[in-house]
């Protein structure tokens, strides 16, 4: 037996931009008088552009003081910090284990998606050379709403024509974990710390099509069981 597809969330999971969007939420969060550490960082992963500012402001206490016209041109400054950082990405950036996870999962016939909530996330692939290896990539611009709302795997499984019982997410953050089990996909969690995920690594260099399968095997069999 083998999932239909695996769905991967981008930011942490395929390649580690999540701290690169923190160097540039805070630079931003300190021009406003707002310090933000790695710690609050974690409410971040996963959380789509506009929503993180709007955590930001709450967390620094002027959720009030910014208009809508201020906010878009604070986020829009956050992303240009981005931006120039995503200038040194290579293929070098891609995380162990994902480029000979994708390999294999082509060639066991398994299909490959994409459920990023970045708007950056084909440039993204771009530079790190994956974007022919995924069968699908979710707009992320079509979005409205940002993990833990199911949308972005469902848009995911939509586009591959699978039914996302059938499916395996991987994510590196609560959120992602959550919108994975929202749709009743299977989650596969990346990292310390993460409630809900069916199975969960330390780190991508675990995530192998071997362990994947016997994973999704056990957790078939049990679901048989309890029939
Ligand atoms: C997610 C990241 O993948 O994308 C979040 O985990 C980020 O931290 C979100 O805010 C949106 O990214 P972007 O590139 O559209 O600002
Ligand atoms: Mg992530």
Redesign the pocket.
């Known amino acids: 037996m083998k999932p239909d597809a695996v769905i991967f969330?981008?930011?942490?999971v395929i390649t580690d931009t999540?701290h690169l969007?923190f160097i540039a939420w805070r630079q931003v969060a300190s021009e406003i008088g707002i310090t933000i550490d790695e710690s609050f960082n974690q409410q971040?992963?996963?959380?789509?552009?506009m929503d993180?500012l709007e955590r930001i402001l709450v967390y620094g206490g002027k959720r009030t003081q910014f208009s809508a016209a201020e906010k878009a041109a604070l986020a829009a400054r956050?992303?240009a910090c981005?931006v120039e950082a995503l200038r040194t990405l290579t293929p070098h950036a891609v995380l162990p284990g994902i480029t000979s996870l994708l390999a294999a999962l082509r060639q066991e016939g398994v299909a490959t998606g994409l459920a990023?909530?970045?708007?950056?996330a084909p440039t993204i692939l771009r530079a790190l050379k994956l974007a022919s290896q995924f069968d699908f990539c979710a707009d992320?611009a079509r979005l409205t709403h940002s993990k833990p709302d199911p949308e972005i795997f469902l848009a995911a499984c939509s586009g591959l024509g699978v039914a996302p019982e059938c499916c395996i997410g991987i994510e590196d953050?609560q959120a992602g974990i959550d919108a994975i089990n929202a749709c009743k996909m299977t989650a596969v969690g990346i990292g310390a710390g993460l409630q809900g995920a069916q199975l969960r690594l330390d780190d991508t260099a675990q995530l192998t099509w071997s362990r994947l399968h016997a994973f999704w095997n056990q957790q078939r069999r049990a679901a048989t069981r309890c029939q």
């Open positions: 969330d981008l930011d942490g999540a969007h971040l992963k996963g959380i789509s552009r993180s956050k992303n981005y990023s909530v970045s708007l950056n992320a953050a």
